[in-house]
């Protein structure tokens, strides 16, 4: 039963929720935008896959907003950060590097920079049947030093 229940929680990790495709984002990392709800230009600096589409985090003059792709416009145009490329894509398989027993390896379900550095939306505990109150939220950011490229 044990093994049952590891290679569920292992086909629910490396399950996109969004399918077998993710798909196409509205605006890059780091490009410029423009909010139509506040009327105002921010540049995206993270993105995560929740309620069923993409929601943009955007950068205006030092707060973050957060956006659907409804809502913002893209420019085109890149913010000009001295910040590395993030080591990780959306999508990809990555594996935890915690002693945790059970399955380790999860996918980037978001990406977010956070003071010039990036961090990974990853999903840390499967759902249950029944709701828990220890656990409020099942997924996580998690620095590069946490996470391992899986290659395929």
């Not at 996918?107 to 409020?136: A, D, K, M």
Request: net charge neutral; charged share 20%.
């Amino acid at each position: 039963m044990i093994e049952l229940i590891t290679a569920l929680e292992r086909n629910w990790y490396l399950s996109p929720p969004w399918g077998q495709t993710i798909l196409p984002v509205e605006v890059n990392l780091l490009e410029r935008v423009y909010l139509r709800t506040t009327r105002t230009f921010g540049y995206c600096c993270g993105m995560q896959w929740k309620h069923e589409c993409w929601l943009y985090s955007v950068d205006c003059d030092d707060e973050i907003l957060h956006a659907t792709q409804k809502q913002i416009i893209g420019t085109g145009q890149l913010e000009t950060l001295n910040v590395q490329k993030p080591a990780f894509v959306l999508g990809e398989r990555v594996m935890l590097c915690s002693h945790d027993k059970g399955t380790k390896q999860r996918l980037i379900l978001g990406i977010g920079l956070v003071n010039n550095s990036w961090f990974y939306v990853v999903e840390l505990v499967s759902p249950t049947l029944t709701q828990s109150r220890t656990i409020s939220n099942r997924f996580s950011l998690l620095g590069e030093k946490s996470l391992v490229r899986v290659n395929v």
